[in-house]
């Protein structure tokens, strides 16, 4: 069993940065992929970016390709999200995910096997 924790989100006006962070335990071997996805008030929850572990190719959603920026840390199995000019259209729930097993569906929920409780990332206009 894996457990993710998630922290850095809150609450900050346009135009800011946040950095989300994200640590695995439980786990002897490293993820496939680890990610982020993000569920805004009465939507559903949708990509945002993965970082496959072994050679750390990165994959973003469209629309926050030019914003947005995934990383990791292999020796404490964590994966970060900084975030900058934070519009308010970002306010959703941030969850951090991972992939235990080879899959091809790292932008898809169906891809991830663990998922952390989410932080909340509000942004005011």
């Known amino acids: 069993q894996v457990q993710l924790v998630e922290s850095g989100g809150g609450l900050v006006q346009a135009g800011s940065s946040l950095r989300l962070s994200c640590t695995a335990s439980?786990?002897?071997?490293?993820?496939?992929?680890m990610g982020w996805f993000r569920q805004p008030p009465g939507k559903e929850r949708e990509f945002v970016a993965a970082?496959?572990?072994?050679?750390?190719?990165?994959y973003y959603a469209d629309s926050e390709k030019a914003r947005f920026s995934i990383s990791k840390d292999n020796a404490n199995l964590s994966v970060y999200l900084q975030m900058n000019n934070l519009k308010p259209e970002d306010t959703a729930v941030y969850y951090c995910?991972?992939?235990?097993?080879?899959?091809?569906?790292?932008?898809?929920?169906?891809?991830?096997?663990?998922w952390g409780e989410g932080t909340q990332v509000t942004v005011s206009s």
């Open positions: 995910t991972f992939a235990g097993k080879p899959t091809y569906y790292y932008t898809h929920v169906e891809g991830y096997d663990y």
């Open positions: 439980g786990r002897a071997f490293p993820p496939y992929f």
């Open positions: 970082i496959r572990w072994s050679g750390g190719d990165t």
